[in-house]
C-alpha cells in the first residue's frame, strides 16, 4: 500500500548508516520518526535503537503495523514515552486482510492486548494512535473503526486517504476515492462518523487530500531544510517524507558533507527566497508551506 513503495523490500540500515546514527545524529535530535516505506520491527537491531533513543532521551514515534508488537516491545516503547501509531484500516478480519494482504487483524489485536494494562500505569506518557487509510474498499466502515479504537483504549484514530501506491492505472482507479468523497452519501457518512465519534470520545481526525495549486502557499518558510532529516533505509539523505530530493547518501559521505553541502544550501536558499520546489507545493505535512 506504500505510496513511496516502488522500490524492492527486504533491505535494512547498513551498520554505516547505523554508527552515524548513533554518534553523530540521535544523541543531538530532540525527537525520532520511525516510519516511511517498510517495517521497523523486523530490523534486527530495533531493541539496539530502541535503547540508543532512550538514553539520549530522544522522544520516538513508530509507524507499525503491529505484527510483529510484543509485550516486550511495549514496555520499552511506553518506558521511552513514545507515540505508537499502529496502522489499522479495517476491524473486520477479512477486510483487513484483502486490504493489508498477508496481515492477520487477530495477531495484531493481540499483540495489542497488553496496552490495556499499562496505558494508565507509571509509562502514562505514551500514546496510542491508530492509522486508517481510506480507500473504496473501507471509505464506510470508519464506525466499526471508532468501536475498535474505543476497545483498544487508543487515544486517538487518524484517517487518511489512500494516496497513489500502485503503477497498475486499473487498480488505482479501483482504490482511490477522489470522486467518492465528493458525494453527498460519503459526506453524509462522515457527519454521522464525526456524530458518532463525539459520543463515544474517541478523536477523530480525517486528512483529506487537497488539490494544490500554487496559490495554496499558507507560511513562506518550512522548517525541514534547517531542523529536520530523512534518512532512508538505503541511507539516502532528504529533509522530509514528502520531498524526493535526496542530498547525498550516507554510506558514501559524512553527513556534515551533507548537511554543509552545496547542494542543500541551494535548497535552503530557493526556500527562504519563496522559490518552491514541486513536492513542497503539494506538501501534505502539517509544517509544510501549505498549511497555515
Ligand atoms: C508506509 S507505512 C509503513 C509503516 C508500517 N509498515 C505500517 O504498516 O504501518 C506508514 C503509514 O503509511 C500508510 N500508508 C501506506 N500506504 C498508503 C497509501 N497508499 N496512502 C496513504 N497512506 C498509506 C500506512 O497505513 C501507515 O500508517
Ligand atoms: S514544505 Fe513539505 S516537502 Fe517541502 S521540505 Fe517542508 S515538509 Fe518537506
Known amino acids: 500500500m506504500c505510496p513511496h513503495g516502488y522500490s524492492a523490500y527486504g533491505r535494512f540500515v547498513s551498520d554505516r548508516v547505523f554508527d552515524v546514527l548513533r554518534c553523530e545524529l540521535i544523541p543531538f535530535a530532540d525527537a525520532v520518526e520511525l516510519q516511511g516505506t517498510g517495517e521497523s520491527l523486523i530490523y534486527g537491531k530495533f531493541f539496539d535503537f530502541l535503547k540508543l533513543v532512550?538514553?539520549?532521551?530522544?522522544?520516538?514515534?513508530?509507524?507499525?503495523?503491529?505484527?510483529l508488537l510484543n509485550k516486550e516491545i511495549l514496555v520499552a516503547l511506553c518506558k521511552a514515552g513514545s507515540d505508537i501509531v499502529v496502522s489499522i484500516d479495517a476491524a473486520e478480519s477479512s477486510l483487513y486482510s484483502q486490504i493489508r494482504r498477508g496481515g492477520d487483524l487477530s495477531t495484531v489485536l493481540g499483540n495489542l492486548e497488553y496496552w490495556k494494562y499499562i496505558r494508565h500505569s507509571i509509562y502514562n506518557k505514551a500514546s496510542l494512535g491508530i492509522n486508517m487509510v481510506l480507500c473504496s474498499l473501507n471509505a464506510f466502515?470508519?464506525?466499526?473503526?471508532?468501536?475498535?479504537?474505543?476497545?483498544l483504549n487508543a487515544d486517538y484514530l487518524f484517517i487518511s486517504e489512500i494516496r497513489q501506491c500502485t503503477l497498475d492505472d486499473a487498480n488505482w482507479k479501483r482504490l482511490n476515492i477522489e470522486e467518492l468523497r465528493r458525494s453527498e452519501e460519503f459526506q453524509e457518512y462522515v457527519r454521522k462518523v464525526i456524530e458518532y465519534a463525539h459520543r463515544k470520545k474517541v478523536r477523530v481526525?480525517?486528512?483529506?487530500?487537497?488539490?494544490?495549486?500554487?496559490?495554496?502557499?499558507?507560511?513562506?518558510?518550512?522548517?525541514?531544510?534547517?531542523?529536520?532529516?530523512?534518512?532512508?533505509?538505503?541511507?539516502?539523505?532528504?529533509?522530509?517524507?514528502?520531498?524526493?530530493?535526496?542530498?547525498?547518501?550516507?554510506?558514501?559521505?559524512?553527513?556534515?558533507?551533507?548537511?554543509?553541502?552545496?547542494?542543500?544550501?541551494?535548497?535552503?536558499?530557493?526556500?527562504?527566497?519563496?522559490?518552491?520546489?514541486?513536492?513542497?507545493?503539494?506538501?501534505?505535512?502539517?509544517?509544510?508551506?501549505?498549511?497555515?
Not at 466502515?141 to 476497545?151: N, S
Not at 500554487?214 to 517524507?241: F, M, Q, T
Request: contains cysteine; glycine residues 4%.
Open 141 to 151: 466502515k470508519i464506525i466499526e473503526m471508532i468501536d475498535l479504537a474505543e476497545k
Open 54 to 67: 532512550t538514553e539520549s532521551k530522544c522522544k520516538v514515534t513508530l509507524i507499525t503495523n503491529a505484527s
Open 205 to 292: 481526525q480525517f486528512n483529506f487530500q487537497k488539490r494544490m495549486k500554487a496559490i495554496d502557499v499558507k507560511r513562506n518558510i518550512c522548517v525541514s531544510p534547517w531542523e529536520h532529516i530523512y534518512i532512508s533505509v538505503d541511507g539516502d539523505v532528504s529533509l522530509c517524507c514528502a520531498l524526493s530530493q535526496k542530498f547525498g547518501n550516507l554510506n558514501e559521505i559524512s553527513f556534515s558533507e551533507i548537511w554543509n553541502s552545496e547542494l542543500l544550501n541551494d535548497f535552503r536558499k530557493k526556500m527562504a527566497t519563496g522559490h518552491y520546489c514541486s513536492d513542497c507545493l503539494a506538501c501534505c505535512l502539517p509544517w509544510g508551506i501549505t498549511h497555515c
